[in-house]
């Protein structure tokens, strides 16, 4: 593709609000001040990072964005956050608006001298986390956590109540057909009692999986996965910790009816508050608990990934 990922589906779909997946890095000098660049279409400040294009992983956006804006090559370290909430919504001084479904991370600098992109930037500078100058909202809640971070990634906990009955990914199709997109999502592990975790096996192809699902306009990842398990497995949960973020090409699919799509899936460690174990029958085949540690069924490769990771995690976010 030839042109951006978002640009190509500007030109389908025109200004509407869209789902966009995108990293941004938190780089520090030797003195711990965090590098910010001046943005040319709003004119204040924000951290370096940018959209996701299709065939990338998220720390590969993250590496080529910080190369693109502010000329440093960085190797990304851990993931501060993940930033979904619809009430972070942005339009730009041309009309487009997006919905950001962005990750920070915390990069180290492994090559590359400071140097401005003029197209896109006014101005690069050093900043202490105690005197920053104004920023995008996002920009802001951003550094307020980096500020906290403490080893476990920060993500929205807000409830938005979306209107789910327009089916944000059907409206897409309209315009662009089957082609590939990125499909950004969300799913939960739940514990019983012994210690295993909750699995679906899906109707569509038969294998097992994590509960979860797409994410919907005006939906955060929270609500997402709140919504999902309601649906699927009759549970009400909370997401309580981000175990990783899942973003990898060798994760795409083409769903029976021809559709394309290469995944973002954000995974949460979940708490059961209420409800009770029921199957959607429609989407789902039959429901299991199983010990990570044992031989798990056939699984979807993303979320066998999510299981293997599952059983080491201790806080720190994973990125595939």
């Known amino acids: ?33 965090v590098l910010l660049h001046k943005r040319r279409d709003f004119g204040v400040w924000s951290l370096p990072g940018g959209g996701q294009e299709l065939g990338e992983r998220i720390d590969e956006t993250v590496r080529r964005e910080t190369r693109e ?9 851990r993931i501060t956050g993940i930033y ?39 101005a690069i500078d050093w900043f202490d986390l105690d005197h920053l100058p104004p920023a995008t909202p996002l920009a802001t809640r951003m550094l307020r956590d980096v500020r906290n971070f403490r080893g476990e990634a920060f993500f929205d906990r807000d409830v938005n109540h979306a209107d789910t009955s327009f089916n944000y990914y059907k409206w897409l199709r309209q315009y662009i057909g089957h082609a590939k997109i990125i499909l950004p999502g969300a799913a ?73 799509s290469q995944l973002f899936a954000s995974f949460f460690e979940c708490e059961v508050i209420g409800g009770a174990l029921k199957m959607q029958e429609e989407e789902v085949l039959e429901l299991g608990w199983f010990d990570l540690n044992d031989d798990l069924p056939p699984m979807i490769p993303c979320c066998a990934a999510k299981a293997r990771d599952a059983r080491v995690f201790t806080g720190a976010a994973f990125w595939r």
């Not at 950001?100 to 896109?120: D, H, N, R, S, W």
Request: include cysteine.
């Open 188 to 260: 939960g592990m739940v514990r019983d009692a012994q210690g295993r975790v909750l699995l679906q096996r899906r109707r569509d192809n038969g294998l097992w999986c994590f509960p979860g699902g797409l994410v919907e306009l005006g939906e955060s990842a929270s609500d997402a996965i709140r919504r999902e398990f309601c649906e699927e497995v009759g549970l009400q949960i909370e997401p309580r910790r981000l175990v990783g973020v899942y973003t990898s090409p060798d994760f795409d699919r083409c769903y029976p009816n021809g559709d394309q």
């Open 1 to 33: 593709m030839s042109k951006s990922y978002l640009g190509w589906l500007r030109e389908h779909i025109g200004h509407p609000k869209v789902i966009m997946t995108g990293a941004s890095a938190v780089i520090r000098d030797e003195r711990g001040r």
């Open 69 to 77: 804006e502010v000329g440093l090559i960085v190797e990304p370290k």
């Open 84 to 122: 979904t909430s619809p009430r972070a919504d942005i339009t730009f001084p041309n009309g487009d608006q997006i919905q950001p479904y962005g990750t920070l991370f915390e990069c180290e600098i492994v090559g590359g001298a400071v140097k401005i992109q003029e197209a896109e930037v006014l």
